[in-house]
């Protein structure tokens, strides 16, 4: 069994900040990409931001030079700075992670529960 569990969300000011965290627990042999996707009521998920296993970023065009994902390989945890927070970023936050098990062949995409972020004008 492999888990992400999610953290960080909360109900913020426009302009301001706040960090999301998320770590894999389980049976993980290794992981590779980790990212944030998100959904906003009536919409449908987009990502936000990616990372490679080595450190590669790809980000969303509307979260660029705003938000940073990070990642502790350690730790199997991954993290998402948001900064200069606006309203259109009110979503659901989803943690994403492409893993593979000790026993398993290939990699899968596992999801977290989601967090959500609020953010008012």
């Known amino acids: 069994q492999v888990h992400l569990v999610e953290s960080g969300g909360g109900l913020v000011q426009a302009g301001g900040s706040l960090r999301l965290s998320c770590t894999a627990s389980?049976?993980?042999?290794?992981?590779?990409?980790m990212g944030w996707f998100r959904q906003a009521p009536g919409k449908q998920r987009e990502l936000a931001a990616q990372?490679?296993?080595?450190?590669?970023?790809n980000y969303a065009d509307s979260v660029k030079g705003r938000f940073t994902i990070s990642r502790d390989n350690a730790k199997n945890t991954v993290y998402l700075q948001m900064d200069s927070l606006k309203p259109e970023d009110t979503a659901v936050y989803y943690c994403n992670a492409d893993i593979r098990t000790p026993f398993g062949i290939v990699f899968r995409e596992y999801w977290g529960q989601g967090t959500q972020v609020t953010v008012s004008s």
């Open positions: 389980g049976s993980i042999f290794t992981i590779n990409d």
């Open positions: 990372i490679t296993k080595s450190g590669i970023t």
